[in-house]
Each structure stands twice: as structure tokens, then as C-alpha cells.
């Protein structure tokens, strides 16, 4: 829109942009389009100061650094084990029915609930929250999604998620500044009860506008069966005959597999680990985390862009190379310097792996298997943060007696095998073509 005589175009920047934000939606309110946005701001919160940050450093403080590691990445792994394995039956039960909200609404519930609990018990009690609040977290996240064709046209679901991402990040960044300026941590920089009560508040506030604004639409439906349950885990037999038909597909996605071990592993242990392995306080390691993020953030545009030019394939390879460099770093080098340098790397690999890897799926995939193979790829990111987090747990636990600070390295050296692992199974997918192309 040109500014009328007389006035400053920047003053119409901020009407321009929300009225922008409007045309993202299908009832054409940019307020529906923030609210459904700000869940992402919301559970972001949740994801990073609990299960990258506050978690597993609670746990050793309680149990022991062996005990503590080893049963934090038992609950995640169970936690996320559990969703992977009920994910189809959820996601089969909310089309049965014909609702997302209330489904989204009472797992958001759940994962502030637990959220709350986890610093008011016994911290026994407290992993148990924990892996209830992840489960729940998780569990959420399929009905959220499953919401965006509800609020946005079909020509801008990318925009709009695009938009939810960047809100996440944001809310990474004001609740690891709220901690690190002492709201909920003690002066040594150390999580306490309060700290698990000011996440789940954050949680609600913000995840708060989607269920007061944002509209679903009408949908038929019925009750959910138990035979409801067996077809959609027949269906997912079937997805996976589908992609074996293309070529390359099915490969990719075992190749995916195993290269996301490693990354789901590190934002789960990463706290933990620069504390205990290298000798930060708690106060430095979440500086450190907020650091990566923002690295994350900007890495994530210059591989984007590289991917537009070099293409997807070549591109995943240098993100994973990237991290490969990274963890023999941390593998050999137990020093603040180093761990800086190999966290800059994973930091700016993390962003990668985000933008590369759905852009090899689509390149892959047969248009009309789009949101088919999206299932498949989403449930095998689950299954792969299953695996990571409880070998390094176990190797932790197993040699930290023996080996002390070198147990650590041992359980590094077990993430950068499965890079390996995978990146030599990537090795054999083609390049794929693009959409345009097909």
C-alpha cells in the first residue's frame, strides 16, 4: 500500500503488517493467526528450559551424576517411546471424532500439570511427572498441527508455520533470559521449584489465546473404536509399501533415522553435559544454550540458502558434516574453548537438520504422498529420540566410575557412530527431483 500525502509510510508499517497477517488466515483475522502461532512461543518454553535445560541437571542433583543421567534419559526415552507408538492412534482418533481442540486442550493441560508437580515431590516422583509432561507435550504438538488448515488458507500454511517457529525461538530466548536474570533460580544460577511453576504459568499464558480465539471448523464425526485403533497401525504398514515405491524414500527415512539420534541426544544432554564434562556452572550452561539458539537461528537462513543452490542432498551432507566435526571436538576435548567452538558447530548444524532434511522428503516424494510420507517422517524423528538418549544414559552410568570425565567422551563418541551410520546409508538417495520438475 503507498502512503497517502502527508503521511509516513513507516506509520502504516505496523496496520500493513497486521492486516498482512490477516490474509494468512481463512476467516481473514490476524488475531487467529497470532493465537494459533503463540502456542509455538508456548511449548517451546516448556521444550527448552525443562528438557534441554532444568531436567536433567535436577536430576543429578538428587540422584547422583550416574543415577541422575541415566534415569533422566530413561525418561525421555520412554516418554517419547510411548507417544511414538500411540501417535497413529491419536492422530486416527481425533479425524474419528472430527475435533482437535479438545484433544489439543487436554494434553496441554497434562504437560502444565506434570510441569508443576515435578518440583513439588520426591524427584522419583518428579521423573515420573516429567515423562508424563513430555508424553503430554509431545502428544499435543499432533492436534496442533493438525489445527493450521483449520486457521490458515492453503496458500500460506507455510507462512503461518514459518511464523510459529520463529515465536518458538522467541520463547526459548525470554524465558532463558527470565532465568538467567534470577526469576525462579537461585543465585548460583540453579533451577528450583519455582522454576517448573514459572514454565507451566508461561505455558498457560500463552497457549491461552489458541483455545479462547482461534476457531475450528466443523467437521463430521463419530465415536472412536478399537478397530479405529488397528487401521490406522495397518495404514502405516501400508505408508511404508508406499515408500519403498519411490525411489530412494524409504532409504532416506532409515538414513534419518539414525542422523537424528545424535541431535535429538544433545539438546537433551547438552546442560547436563557442559556442567559435569566440561565445568560450567548451571548459570554458564544456559548462557551457553541461549547462545546456540541464536546461532541455530541464523545458521538456519544461510542453509536455506545454500540449499537453494546447491540442492538439498549436497546440502544435508555439509549439516552433517558439520556436526561430525562437532562431536569429535567434544569426543577428544574436554575444554571450554573447544566446547564452545564444537557447540557454534552443532548449533548452526541444529538449524540445518530442521530446514535441510524436509526439503530432501519432498524432493523425494511423489506429490500425491506428501502428507502421507510428513507421518512417516514425523513418527520416525520419534522412534530416533528414543535410541540416542538411553545409550548415552547407560554409557554414562556404566563408566563414570572407572572412566570419570572420560564416560562423557565414550557417550559422544556413541553419537557421532550413529552420524556415521547414517550418513552412509544417505550415501546411496538420489538427489530427487524438484516439485516443479515432477
Known amino acids: 500500500m503507498n502512503a497517502t500525502p502527508g503521511t509516513p509510510a513507516t506509520a502504516l508499517a505496523p496496520a500493513g503488517w497486521w492486516r498482512g497477517l490477516g490474509g494468512l488466515t481463512r476467516s481473514g483475522s490476524p488475531i487467529q493467526a497470532l493465537a494459533w502461532a503463540l502456542y509455538d512461543f508456548a511449548n517451546t518454553i516448556f521444550s527448552f528450559a525443562i528438557v534441554s535445560f532444568a531436567m536433567s541437571l535436577w536430576s543429578i542433583r538428587f540422584l547422583g551424576e550416574a543415577s541422575g543421567t541415566f534415569w533422566f534419559t530413561a525418561a525421555v526415552s520412554v516418554s517419547v517411546l510411548i507417544n511414538a507408538i500411540v501417535s497413529p492412534v491419536l492422530g486416527a482418533m481425533s479425524d474419528r471424532v472430527g475435533r482437535r481442540k479438545p484433544f489439543l486442550g487436554f ?56 511464523i510459529g517457529v520463529a515465536l518458538g525461538y522467541c520463547g526459548t530466548l525470554l524465558v532463558g533470559v527470565l532465568l538467567l536474570v534470577g526469576i525462579s ?22 497457549a491461552g489465546p489458541l483455545f479462547l480465539l482461534v476457531r475450528e471448523q466443523e467437521r463430521a464425526g463419530s465415536g472412536f473404536r478399537a478397530l479405529d485403533a488397528a487401521r490406522s497401525w495397518a495404514q502405516l504398514g501400508q505408508t511404508i509399501r508406499h515408500a519403498r515405491e519411490a525411489p530412494g524414500l524409504l532409504r532416506f527415512i532409515v538414513a534419518r533415522f539414525f542422523y537424528s539420534d545424535p541431535v535429538n541426544t544433545a ?24 547462545i546456540l ?25 555439509a549439516v552433517l558434516g ?38 530432501m522428503l519432498l524432493r523425494l516424494t511423489p506429490p500425491e504422498r506428501v502428507g502421507e510420507m510428513f507421518g512417516l517422517y514425523g513418527l520416525v524423528g520419534k522412534f530416533s529420540a528414543v535410541l540416542g538418549p538411553i545409550i548415552y544414559g547407560i554409557i554414562v552410568a556404566a563408566l563414570l566410575s572407572s572412566l570419570d570425565r572420560g564416560a562423557y567422551q565414550v557417550a559422544i563418541a556413541s553419537l557421532f557412530v550413529l552420524l556415521l551410520v547414517g550418513i552412509w546409508i544417505l550415501r546411496g538417495v538420489p538427489e530427487g527431483l524438484p516439485e516443479a520438475d515432477r
Open 107 to 162: 494434553f496441554t493441560a497434562l504437560c502444565i500439570g506434570g510441569t508443576v508437580v515435578i518440583g513439588l515431590v520426591d524427584i522419583r516422583l518428579g521423573l515420573v511427572a516429567f515423562a508424563v509432561a513430555n508424553f503430554a507435550y509431545q502428544a499435543a504438538l499432533i492436534y496442533y498441527d493438525a489445527l493450521l488448515p483449520d486457521v490458515a488458507r492453503p496458500i500460506a500454511r507455510g507462512r503461518l508455520s514459518g
Open 185 to 206: 533460580t537461585d543465585a548460583d544460577g540453579r533451577s528450583t521449584p519455582s522454576t517448573f511453576a514459572l514454565v507451566a504459568g508461561l505455558f498457560a499464558i500463552f
Open 267 to 290: 539438546i537433551a544432554v547438552m546442560s547436563a553435559f557442559a556442567v559435569y564434562a566440561v565445568g560450567f556452572t548451571e548459570g554458564q550452561a544456559l548462557q551457553v544454550l541461549l
Open 293 to 317: 539458539t541464536v546461532v541455530a537461528v541464523i545458521a538456519s537462513f544461510g542453509w536455506g540458502f545454500l540449499a537453494d543452490r546447491w540442492g538439498p542432498r549436497r546440502t544435508l551432507f
Open 322 to 359: 558439520t556436526w561430525a566435526v562437532g562431536l569429535v571436538i567434544l569426543t577428544f576435548f574436554l575444554a571450554t574453548i573447544p566446547f564452545l567452538f564444537a557447540g557454534a558447530l552443532l548449533g548452526a548444524g541444529l538449524g540445518g537438520v530442521g530446514v535441510v532434511d524436509r526439503l
